[in-house]
């Protein structure tokens, strides 16, 4: 038992030197990337995102490092979740494991795509629509910058339901049937789900719950094709 404590550590170790690293190389580049953000920022009549706190300029580079950071290592940490648990598994389902870790990073880094490059601008364009026009609207680049990546997390996070509903179905804990009986009951947890992840406004959980709810569709259909070849 103490050989996979050790060997748990090691692959912990090493997620944490790949996140320290990435840290140190966005750190580095800070300028670039907030000229980049700043410049993408849909803000209307050529507004300027503030920074209103003395220890911004320190603060914020910091933060930005760190985001991007945790994004990612994300396949670092995923790759070794699958070397530590790959030797106590069988043949097929080493197999299984590893085409779920691809498609699980390539699903999570779509999501954060299209939530924190494509979603993002459409969502802060909606929102400043809303303030009359009396109303100045200059968010801070803290608050921007936490704005687009807790879209390009959620939408990450919300991508990787469909590849658990397939593992669950390709492993007979769930049923298509079944699934598609409960559908109303699952699709209303689709939009909570949403409606937890996203900012609070109703455009965003739209944006973020229909296409959860397109994918679990998509999941349904390709796992049909499962249970017949069972």
Request: proline share 5%; hydrophobic share 60%; aromatic share 16%.
């Amino acid at each position: 038992m103490i050989e996979y404590w050790f060997e748990l550590r090691r692959r912990l170790l090493w997620c944490g030197v790949a996140y320290i690293s990435s840290f140190f190389v966005f750190f580095s580049l800070h300028e670039k990337i907030l000229y980049w953000l700043s410049q993408s920022a849909a803000l209307k009549d050529g507004r300027l995102l503030m920074s209103i706190h003395i220890v911004d300029p320190i603060v914020i580079p910091m933060q930005l490092a760190m985001s991007l950071s945790l994004l990612t290592v994300f396949p670092v940490v995923v790759y070794h979740l699958m070397l530590f648990i790959r030797p106590a598994l069988y043949e097929r389902e080493r197999h299984l494991l590893e085409v779920t870790a691809v498609m699980g990073v390539l699903l999570f880094y779509l999501g954060a795509i299209i939530g924190g490059v494509v979603i993002q601008p459409v969502v802060l364009t909606f929102v400043q629509s809303w303030l009359p026009k009396e109303v100045l609207f200059s968010p801070t680049l803290s608050s921007y910058i936490d704005f687009c990546f807790d879209l390009a997390i959620a939408f990450g996070v919300a991508f990787e339901i469909p590849m658990v509903v397939m593992l669950l179905v390709i492993f007979h804990w769930l049923s298509v049937d079944w699934l598609r009986k409960m559908r109303p009951w699952w699709v209303t947890g689709i939009f909570a789900l949403a409606m937890v992840l996203t900012p609070p406004d109703v455009y965003s959980q739209i944006l973020l719950a229909v296409p959860m709810w397109l994918l679990v569709e998509l999941v349904l259909w390709v796992g049909q094709y499962f249970s017949r070849g069972d």
